[in-house]
């Protein structure tokens, strides 16, 4: 039976509006509340910004064989013990009855690439570290690795796309680093992520702001495109749905 990846190509255009979209009203909304100094963060803070793409992660569950898993998006349903760390709160869980399907981080940056880049990739290693680790020694209970994923939207603009020159005084760069755009660092993040087995599948779209209208967005390569990721998904859900049909 063909994996069915929900008709993603228009939702992600509508998640992409949706976006840009409510990032200007978050930051509208700080402003008319008198915070204008917030700046940006308020559309970081707001939490609502990926919610597009939840609704394209819970389409494809439902239609590859799991109806009636349990998608768990609020605070108080999200956290999975840890390794390193007692728990950790994702975006999104999977559940079939009591077994993890999927754990999935959703994240966006808009400008200010060059102080949050080294900390979006700690972030991601270290989640997936510490979720795997508590995995191995049995946090999860006797079941299948879950699907670990890390989809990350960054703005297409000038400063995402110009080459940035690293010092490293004492050794060598890696030459894919060298005279690197944060986009295609971000690119290299994301496929590295996957080829370390750190995580089942990492996607990276850009997008510029103008994208409000449009819904455009851009992919850097096949390994990090979304529909790559969407079809892990898909395929991983479909495996579960087989082989535990019990707990649908």
């Known amino acids: 039976m063909p994996l069915d990846l929900a008709n993603y190509r228009p939702k992600a255009k509508e998640a992409v509006k949706a976006f ?35 609704v394209i992660v819970n389409d494809i569950v439902r239609k590859n064989g799991l109806s009636r898993a349990s998608i768990c998006l609020t605070k108080k349903v999200v956290t999975l013990p840890g390794f390193f760390r007692p728990t950790k709160q994702w975006d999104i869980l999977v559940l079939n009855g009591k077994r993890l399907v999927a754990a999935i981080e959703m994240k966006s940056q808009v400008g200010s690439f060059g102080n949050n880049f080294n900390n979006r990739s700690e972030e991601a290693i270290g989640t997936a570290v510490d979720l795997l680790t508590a995995y191995r020694e049995g946090a999860l209970g006797d079941q299948p690795k879950p699907f670990i994923g890390w989809l990350m939207m960054i703005e297409d603009s000038e400063d995402s796309r110009r080459p940035v020159r690293e010092r490293s005084p004492h050794f060598p760069v890696f030459k894919e680093f060298q005279n690197c755009s944060y986009s295609e660092r971000y690119n290299i993040l994301c496929q590295r992520l996957v080829k370390e087995n750190l995580y089942t599948a990492s996607a990276l779209l850009t997008s510029p ?12 390569s096949d390994l990090t495109s979304l529909k790559t990721f969407l079809s892990s998904l898909a395929g991983h859900v479909a495996t579960e749905a087989a082989t535990n049909p019990e707990s649908k």
Not at 209 to 220: F, I, M, N, P, S
Request: charged residues 30%; hydrophobic residues 40%.
């Open 20 to 54: 840009w979209g409510n990032r200007a009203a978050a930051i509208k909304k700080q402003m008319e509340a008198g915070k204008i100094d917030a700046g940006a963060r308020g559309a970081v803070t707001a939490g609502k910004n990926m919610d597009g793409f939840l």
């Open 209 to 220: 702001q103008t994208a409000v209208d449009t819904g455009e967005y851009r992919e850097l």
